[in-house]
């Protein structure tokens, strides 16, 4: 079974600093897809960003991109110039190729200090 | 607005009552999903559904608890005699996978049901 796993609970951050969620996965399949999705206090889920697994190149959106080691099994968030409207949870999600249910991890609380 | 609509955002029910969750998905989608965050967790996944047919009901309780997604009209999530233990904010999402094909994967989430169980 796929399991997704982060290991920190809560972080923060300053203002306009750069910050690495992290994020591991367990699964057999070869062709799969993650991604990282956001909820501010709102409670509204939105994607950050996605990676396909058969592509090497790291995926980017602006402020965020990612470091994927397919062979780690591991996804981590980074997010540059950190802004205050960035505060939220940060969740990441993994789906396989076989298209079946969207595994989340527990999520990290992430805090940016003025 | 042609995004994932959820209703009620509110629901309060006293013991023993039963709560229904509607979720419209996007346009053009015919994959729902539904998840169940209680407070200060992650999502847990609940149950996975295509026009008509359970695909996936793993994560759903075996008792109360039921989904469908008829050929017309919007997902029910049934909850039928409510607990305390219950109150949970309950997330659809849907997507545009078709069998077969390759597709992205992402999800398009409502803005959540959030029950309360008196």
């Known amino acids: 079974a796929q399991t997704v796993t982060q290991s920190q609970p809560e972080m923060s951050v300053q203002e306009a600093e750069t910050v690495t969620l992290s994020c591991t996965y367990d699964t057999s399949e070869s062709n799969y897809y993650l991604f990282w999705y956001k909820q501010p206090p709102s409670r509204q889920m939105i994607l950050v960003i996605r990676?396909?697994?058969?592509?090497?190149q790291n995926a980017t959106e602006n402020r965020f991109s990612v470091n994927f080691q397919k062979a780690a099994k591991s996804f981590s968030l980074k997010i540059s110039d950190s802004q205050l409207g960035d505060t939220a949870m940060y969740f990441c999600a993994f789906v396989g190729a076989s298209y079946d249910k969207v595994i989340f991890g527990p999520g990290t609380s992430l805090s940016v200090i003025p | 607005n042609a995004g994932v609509m959820q209703n009620p955002r509110h629901l309060v029910r006293r013991r023993g009552q039963e709560a229904r969750l509607r979720c419209s998905p996007m346009?053009?989608?015919?994959?729902v999903y539904w998840y169940r965050q209680l407070p200060e967790e992650g999502l847990k996944f609940m149950v996975y559904l295509q026009k008509e047919n359970i695909i996936d009901e793993s994560g759903m309780p075996k008792e109360r608890f039921s989904a469908e997604f008829p050929k017309e009209g919007p997902s029910i999530l049934r909850i039928q005699q409510v607990v305390r233990g219950d109150s949970a904010a309950y997330f659809c999402a849907s997507s545009s996978l078709l069998a077969g094909e390759r597709g992205t994967g992402e999800l398009f989430f409502g803005e959540g049901s959030r029950l309360t169980v008196l």
């Open positions: 990676q396909e697994a058969y592509k090497q």
């Open positions: 346009k053009g989608h015919s994959h």
